[in-house]
């Protein structure tokens, strides 16, 4: 564990440079709250103009500090905060948060200031700038001048906060409180100057007190140490949730101009959140949701939840979100049945369906209890979520003791719905370790997350073996033709279809006959990358008439594209397979394979996949799974009637191709197969277009 984020986290001592006697004012935050949510440690206020604040000395500059602090909050402007930055690092303060803003969001002055801020730091780490600071409600210590901090009693937790955002940490930290959801330690990194997410994830990873990391993400510095400290994270069972900003144009060019952090393609960080485990919250609801969910360490085994209700109206609200992420809410078996009905007198319970109505379940918190424990111990289900009626609202604290009481025994997931507008019920479950929700998808988010959680497996180190060595010293840099291009995936052991170059209308008749039947006509260009846009395409063309269409082909394409072609590629004609898309794409994430639906529906249809590549090409296993997400995978396995397509000789290629991309490294810039065509069992496949961009 770094000594440094430690002593951070948890400072015998704090000296508060820029401190002011006024509590109303943000620099007088920092001192009042500190005394009033009970830090035991020397606060040490640093102010020339005061004597004493908030009742403690206050000290002319830090050389006059009675000893060097564990941590210094800087309170002063842009202008002036490296100046008591190196004050402290000069006295030995292993840490400094420093709040304030006009530093790299603000444009190249504020950048000049970053620079002076970190020269001033030296040895000492940095929180910040443009920072809220940090909260450790495990230890009472409030580093912040968040005006959440106005509330009177947070409720300590084993949920870990980062975010780079610091108005989000104050949001995250009132809404848990109002909603009785227990937090650890909240850290806001906002300009990240020194100390970043990553950080702050290694960190937490090895922090007794937390289970569950949540993160609010603008974007990533250092993708390698976040992706490190991640994966540490899930090794050691901590889950990483992250509600990641940025999926729009609108909401990328916000989050980059806040925080100047790097900027990826959406999808890549999808790519990089699976690889490494974490969660991706779908709405800024689910970071608190889902790790509120997944903090109870319940396991859930399957996709069976039984919605126990006695308002019909909201059990089906739930049962139908499920069902729409893919769980399954079926009737209890006989025996569970059973139990059920030996539980109450009368006809009241509607035991033959789920939802299940237990009409007065509501009304009695004993047959509420009851009715839970049969579930939970049910063979027919893997989940159990609660609906928490209008008839609570007479009696939460019987009802959330009902709830709570039917814990031990399982470990199942259990959640409530809390169907009418009542908080304080929410409050009170969540408080006695039962997740609960005030919307019905909220109960899907949760489970979805900890079925998520469930599948993912660690990536396997050294699963791939490395290609062997291929010489392409002969390729030219740049942009090759396409000619050029399947040579270099041939050489790596992508099959490709058969092909001749050629320039002209006689060389064209020679090759179609020499490769026989109907052949597919092309330009070959290095310049021109969309062929068909200028019409330089021809599929089904006959030997005899190649030399003719090879003759308007050139016409048409110089009157389109303003360049008339020298080369033509003639190739075989491959029918009767399914077209795909395989290409390598690089980002300030990484690099990454990507596979989806090819031909010239690719760019419509957007049915792609990616996976973040590994240092030796992806594995057999890998690569299969990246065919399998594919929404049009069906057509591939034999739909309504199909051939069955050689899904094992597309794999292969797959791998040969990640492992051509892993072996060139820095040398590919960019890498295409459009269309790769999978051929029916045992046919193999064939690459029937390539583009490659090479690095000097």
């Known amino acids: 564990m770094n000594d440094a984020i430690s002593r951070l986290l948890k400072p015998r001592s704090v000296a508060v440079i820029g401190a002011s006697a006024d509590p109303a004012k943000t620099a007088g935050r920092p001192v009042a709250y500190l005394t009033k949510h009970g830090f035991t440690g020397a606060i040490y206020p640093v102010n020339p103009r005061a004597a004493e604040i908030g009742g403690l000395k206050s000290y002319p500059d830090v050389q006059s500090l009675p000893e060097a602090p564990d941590v210094g909050i800087v309170l002063l402007g842009a202008e002036r905060a490296h100046e008591a930055v190196r004050e402290l690092a000069a006295r030995g303060t292993s840490a400094a948060i420093v709040l304030a803003s006009g530093y790299t969001e603000v444009g190249e002055e504020g950048a000049r200031r970053q620079q002076q801020l970190m020269d001033a730091a030296g040895r000492m780490r940095i929180l910040g700038p443009n920072t809220i600071g940090l909260v450790n409600l495990t230890d009472n210590i409030t580093l912040s001048a968040t005006g959440a901090l106005e509330m009177e009693g947070f409720q300590a937790g084993h949920i870990g906060v980062v975010s780079q955002s610091g108005g989000i940490l104050g949001a995250l930290l009132s809404r848990a409180a109002a909603r009785g959801i227990g937090l650890s330690k909240l850290i806001s990194t906002s300009n990240e100057v020194d100390l970043d997410l990553a950080d702050f994830v290694d960190h937490l990873a090895d922090d007794e007190a937390t289970s569950v990391i949540a993160l609010y993400m603008e974007g990533l510095r250092h993708p390698a140490k976040f992706r490190a400290a991640a994966l540490k994270a899930a090794r050691q069972g901590k889950q990483v949730v992250v509600f990641k900003v940025g999926r729009s144009e609108a909401g990328a060019t916000a989050a980059v101009s806040h925080t100047g952090a790097l900027a990826g393609a959406d999808r890549m960080y999808d790519a990089l959140f699976r690889e490494v485990g974490v969660i991706r919250a779908q709405s800024f609801a689910d970071l608190l949701d889902i790790p509120a969910t997944l903090a109870t360490a319940r396991v859930l085994r399957g996709q069976r939840v039984a919605v126990l209700t006695s308002t019909g109206g909201a059990g089906t609200l739930v049962a139908d979100s499920l069902g729409s992420a893919g769980f399954e809410t079926p009737a209890p078996d006989a025996q569970t049945a059973a139990t059920l009905r030996a539980l109450q007198s009368g006809e009241h319970a509607v035991l033959d369906r789920n939802p299940i109505d237990v009409t007065l379940a509501g009304l009695q918190p004993a047959l509420l209890r009851g009715a839970i424990k049969a579930l939970l111990a049910s063979p027919s289900y893997d989940a159990v979520v609660v609906i928490v009626g209008s008839s609570g609202l007479a009696m939460p604290d019987l009802m959330a003791d009902a709830i709570h009481d039917s814990l031990p025994g399982s470990d199942k997931p259990l959640l409530a719905y809390v169907s009418p507008h009542a908080p304080g019920i929410a409050n009170l479950l969540n408080q006695r370790g039962v997740p609960a929700f005030m919307a019905p998808e909220s109960c899907t988010s949760a489970l979805a997350a900890m079925r998520e959680r469930a599948l993912w497996a660690a990536p396997a180190a050294g699963s791939a073996p490395a290609a062997a060595a291929v010489g392409i010293d002969d390729l030219p840099h740049g942009s090759l033709d396409e000619a050029q291009a399947k040579q270099l995936f041939a050489r790596f052991g992508v099959p490709c279809v058969r092909e001749r170059v050629v320039a002209n209308a006689q060389e064209a008749a020679h090759a179609a006959r020499e490769l026989g039947g109907m052949v597919v006509l092309k330009i070959l260009s290095s310049e021109i990358t969309h062929k068909s846009d200028v019409g330089g395409v021809a599929v089904n063309v006959d030997a005899e008439l190649v030399g003719a269409r090879l003759e308007r082909m050139a016409v048409d394409v110089e009157s389109r594209a303003g360049v008339r072609p020298r080369q033509f590629?003639?190739?075989?004609?491959?029918?009767?397979?399914?077209?795909?898309?395989?290409?390598?794409?690089?980002?300030?994430?990484?690099?990454?394979?990507?596979?989806g639906m090819g031909g010239i529906t690719a760019e419509l249809l957007k049915d792609t996949t990616l996976r973040m590549l590994p240092a030796q090409g992806l594995s057999r296993e890998q690569a299969g799974a990246l065919v399998r997400e594919l929404k049009t995978w069906p057509l591939l396995d034999?739909?309504?009637?199909?051939?069955?397509?050689?899904?094992?000789?597309?794999?292969?290629?797959?791998?040969?191709?990640?492992?051509?991309?892993?072996?060139?490294?820095?040398?590919?810039?960019?890498?295409?197969?459009?269309?790769?065509?999978?051929?029916?069992?045992?046919?193999?496949?064939?690459?029937a277009d390539g583009v490659a961009v090479l690095a000097p």
Request: charged share 15%; with cysteine.
């Open 569 to 595: 590629l003639v190739q075989e004609m491959v029918s009767g397979g399914v077209e795909l898309i395989l290409g390598f794409h690089r980002d300030p994430l990484g690099c990454a394979v990507l596979l």
């Open 638 to 687: 034999g739909f309504r009637g199909r051939p069955v397509c050689d899904v094992d000789a597309l794999v292969s290629a797959i791998v040969c191709f990640s492992q051509m991309a892993a072996a060139l490294g820095d040398r590919l810039v960019e890498a295409e197969i459009n269309p790769i065509f999978v051929l029916p069992q045992g046919q193999g496949v064939r690459a």
